[in-house]
T-cell receptor, first 116, second 107 residues
Framework: KAGVTQTPRYLIKTRGQQVTLSCSPI?????VSWYQQTPGQGLQFLFE???????NKGNFPGRFSGRQFSNSRSEMNVSTLELGDSALYLC???????????????FGPGTRLTVT | KNEVEQSPQNLTAQEGEFITINCSYS?????LHWLQQHPGGGIVSLFM???GKKKHGRLIATINIQEKHSSLHITASHPRDSAVYIC?????????FGPGTSLSVIP
């Protein structure tokens, strides 16, 4: 079974531009989460989608948005890029393992975004 | 005060040693997640637990909900265990990550 894929893997953008990142979850996984990782802040939760609905959202400005399609693929968009948005953006897909709060999560390789 | 704390921040061990990494948190959670990240590599989910103990190979994770504390143990450590280990708390509406523990296992 193929793992979580993210495209593109590397991206360079200029301040003020916008960017769209894509994530394809493992087949059969309906939950997709997005995370941002920076050297200064570490890992931070962006949002979670399940069956095309945003379930949770982290503490990020409205410039960060996302969506999930009917095939569970997800995109996240960052508008009006700032230098501080330079980070590794990770996507993870999840599937419940039967118990209410227990699930398996698999991470993609990430998209390295550099804003200049 | 950080909501999720880990100790130690850095750890160097000799191959074969028993290793413990600690994670403490300040709010109620539904589950705690242990992750492993190799240098330059991706993130691997190790354990998701909400009570008791889980074991997979040489890795053991425990959680004490009352004390808001979890530990990750590595038995018979090996250089390939060198990585950053991160704990994350899951609650109803958010996920909070600890700062990570950088482990280096020397042959």
């Amino acid at each position: 079974k193929a793992g979580v894929t993210q495209t593109p893997r590397y991206l360079i953008k200029t301040r003020g531009q916008q960017v769209t990142l894509s994530c394809s979850p493992i087949s059969g996984h309906r939950s997709v989460s997005w995370y941002q990782q920076t050297p200064g802040q570490g890992l931070q939760f962006l949002f979670e989608y399940f069956s095309e609905t945003q379930r949770n959202k982290g503490n990020f400005p409205g410039r960060f948005s996302g969506r999930q399609f009917s095939n569970s693929r997800s995109e996240m968009n960052v508008s009006t890029l700032e230098l501080g948005d330079s980070a590794l953006y990770l996507c993870a897909s999840s599937i419940k393992t039967g118990r209410s709060s227990s699930y398996e999560q698999y991470f993609g390789p990430g998209t390295r975004l550099t804003v200049t | 005060k950080n909501e999720v704390e880990q100790s130690p921040q850095n750890l160097t061990a000799q191959e074969g040693e028993f290793i413990t990494i600690n994670c403490s948190y300040s709010v109620g959670i539904s589950a705690l997640h242990w992750l492993q990240q190799h240098p330059g590599g991706g993130i691997v989910s190790l354990f998701m637990l909400s009570s008791g103990k889980k074991k997979h190979g040489r890795l053991i994770a425990t959680i004490n909900i009352q004390e808001k504390h979890s530990s990750l143990h590595i038995t018979a450590s090996h250089p390939r265990d060198s990585a950053v280990y991160i704990c994350a708390t899951h609650s109803y509406d958010k996920v909070i990550f600890g700062p990570g523990t950088s482990l280096s296992v020397i042959p």
